[in-house]
């Protein structure tokens, strides 16, 4: 059955109106999406799918990567038909050769949820790191204009609490070692590989670090706060929860996906 339930469909027609205007550049260009299978990025390609149903422009053709570790092959269901899209099921961490053009990158593959990385540690550490590095060696053979990555608030680790809320240059405070480190320090890599393509190769490579975001179409079995409280109902404890939110930042689907499709069609600001 698809997850593309009338709130999704509310949600992306509201975003795709919002950024109409930067979203032009996606006119007659191609769009390769890495972990579109799972809950923030099939977001991106249901939101381009709604830009090229009702823009009047070219169509952007998205092509999705994912091997589905984590994933929802329910996700993508609604859009497999379509001439538009292409799913291939792909496991990142390895190489990857691609002849077409690619124009924007979005690299959201990953073992996200903490029960799943707890289980896979080794595969998480390379899609996470080896992974990145394949999809910032396609972004500079095909010259993509544009490569966003997708890394983790979880690269602050555990800040202490002058650090809390955390500014982006704060450097983390992250154990290499326990049941968290594969994900928090692969992510950390990520970024460095990151860094060193866009100063080395000039990839026009973004980071941006998420938070806790959710919304619907979000699994409730994978282990992460928000999907845990609903999934437990409205009996939580409503005093822990404010505890929690209080030293970690939370935003809805609905907010994330619109700041990072901006972030991925604007140019890039070198730092660092
Ligand atoms: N949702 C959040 O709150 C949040 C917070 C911080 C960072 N992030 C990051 O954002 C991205 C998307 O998160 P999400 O919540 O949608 O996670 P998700 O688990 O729903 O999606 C991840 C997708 O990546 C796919 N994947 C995993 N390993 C792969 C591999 N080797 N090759 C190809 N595909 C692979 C999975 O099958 C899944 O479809 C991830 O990189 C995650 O680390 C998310």
Redesign the pocket.
């Known amino acids: 059955m698809s997850r593309y339930n009338a709130i999704i469909q509310e949600d992306v027609a509201s975003i795709v109106q919002e950024l109409a205007t930067p979203l032009r550049v996606l006119s007659g260009t191609t769009l390769l999406v ?9 977001y991106f390609l249901d939101t381009v799918a709604h830009w090229n149903d009702t823009s009047g422009l070219s169509p952007c053709r998205m092509v999705c ?8 092959p329910q996700r993508l269901a609604h859009l497999t038909k379509r001439s538009d899209f292409r799913l291939v099921r ?4 390895q190489p990857l050769a691609l002849n077409e053009s690619i124009t924007w990158i979005i ?7 903490p029960i ?1 990385y707890r289980r896979l540690p080794i ?1 998480t550490m ?3 790191a080896n ?1 990145t590095r394949h999809l910032l060696d396609v972004a500079r053979q095909r010259r993509s204009r544009s490569m966003l990555y ?5 690269i602050y680790g555990d800040p202490t609490a002058e650090w809390v809320p955390t500014p982006e240059t704060y450097r983390g405070n992250v154990s290499c070692i326990g049941p968290r480190a594969c ?1 928090d320090e692969s ?1 950390r890599m990520g970024e460095t590989w990151c860094w060193v393509y866009f100063r080395q190769h000039g990839v026009p490579v973004k980071i941006v ?6 919304g619907p179409g ?2 409730l079995d ?1 282990g ?1 706060i928000i999907p845990d409280l609903v999934s437990v109902g409205a009996s939580f404890r409503i005093w822990s929860v404010r505890c929690w939110i209080k030293s970690r930042l939370c ?1 809805s689907a609905m907010a994330r996906p619109r700041g990072l499709f901006a972030t991925c069609v604007m140019p890039s600001v070198p730092c660092g």
């Not at 890495?34 to 099939?42: D, E, K, N």
């Not at 792909?90 to 961490?93: K, P, R």
């Open positions: 890495t972990g579109g299978g799972g809950f923030l990025c099939s990567l994912d091997n589905l570790a984590s994933g929802l792909y496991d990142v961490s690299h959201g593959a990953s073992i996200a949820s799943v595969e390379e899609v996470n992974g997708l890394s983790s608030s979880e994900y992510k670090r998420p938070f806790n975001v959710y979000q699994r994978d992460r935003c």
